[in-house]
């Protein structure tokens, strides 16, 4: 298990393990970890990497699958859409920007420079990649 699979449930406290995991697996497309066209790990795999009930598993199956970033080819299994990757990357620059609008509207309702608050999150020392 990958150092981001074991600290998904300490990411963001505010979402539900389900979305802590899907965001994760939508993460590991937009790296190539998860390729286009690649097979998807099945509910029973998801639930003995994540730790988490088949009940959960499968909602993320769901969710993925409703958003057409995985689809089902019967008696085979779960594959990765292909020219997915350009669309979950669309989807988390929009969440990173939500996010980031967030963080300036509470800066500046404290009163505090949000201009010097951006350019230190993105100070280069600060940035990991």
Not at 38 to 51: D, M, N
């Amino acid at each position: 298990m990958s150092n981001m699979d074991s600290s998904i449930r300490k990411v963001n406290s505010n979402g539900s393990v389900a979305n802590k995991i899907q965001n994760n697996l939508e993460f590991k497309i937009i790296t190539g970890e998860l390729a286009p066209g690649e097979k998807f790990p099945s509910i029973r795999e998801l639930a003995e990497t994540y730790k988490i009930g088949t009940v959960t598993a499968q909602a993320i199956v769901t969710n993925l699958s409703k958003d057409e970033i995985i689809t089902k080819k019967p008696g085979v299994g779960f594959f990765v859409m292909p020219y997915v990757k350009g669309k979950l990357v669309q989807k988390h620059t929009s969440e990173c920007k939500k996010m980031l609008k967030r963080v300036i509207e509470y800066a500046v309702r404290f009163g505090l420079d949000p201009e010097a608050i951006v350019a230190e999150v993105f100070k280069e020392e600060n940035i990991k990649g």
